[in-house]
């Protein structure tokens, strides 16, 4: 008989670096997780990604198995890694937060794609570069 799943937890964590400790802990507890599993797998599998922040489904089942899969870091977190800052601008109409490129708009899209919704690169672009437009980074050719 098949696993039925009963739960599908999202959560953000450190790559590498996760730990039982809150914000993680608490809500691999609820879920009926095995923390200490769950963190082990997770590092093991995101050590090649130390340090940047890995979006993680985790799928658990009625015998409080689960599974995981890791997506590609959030869209502003590689925006704000290309033009080298800690954080865009809070008001996008009034300052900009920096500068961004055309082609370093498309490596963006280009390694995000997996996780987007667009059938081409120019597609994937347009999204980032409407979340480059949100966060105040200014694009140009």
């Known amino acids: 008989m098949a696993k039925e799943l ?3 937890v999202k959560v953000q964590a450190v790559g590498g670096k996760a730990t039982p400790a809150p914000p993680l802990g608490p809500v691999l507890g609820q879920a009926g997780i095995n923390i200490g599993e769950f963190v082990n797998q997770f590092n093991e599998q995101t050590r ?3 340090g ?12 409080r198995s689960f ?3 890791t ?3 959030p869209m502003s977190r590689l925006i704000l890694k290309k033009i ?3 954080k865009g ?4 109409l009034v300052s900009k937060g920096g500068t961004i490129t055309k082609a370093q708009v498309r490596e963006v899209a280009e390694e995000k794609m997996p996780d987007l919704n667009a059938a081409s690169i ?3 672009m347009k999204i980032v570069e409407g979340s480059c437009y949100s966060m105040g980074v200014e694009i140009v050719d």
Request: no cysteine; charged share 30%.
């Open 71 to 73: 997506k590609v870091s």
């Open 89 to 92: 601008s809070g008001k996008n």
């Open 6 to 8: 009963i739960k599908q």
């Open 122 to 124: 120019e597609a994937a």
């Open 48 to 50: 090649e990604r130390m």
């Open 67 to 69: 599974d995981f899969v």
């Open 52 to 63: 940047e922040v890995v979006p993680v489904v985790i799928n658990v089942y009625d015998d």
């Open 84 to 86: 080298g800052k800690q």
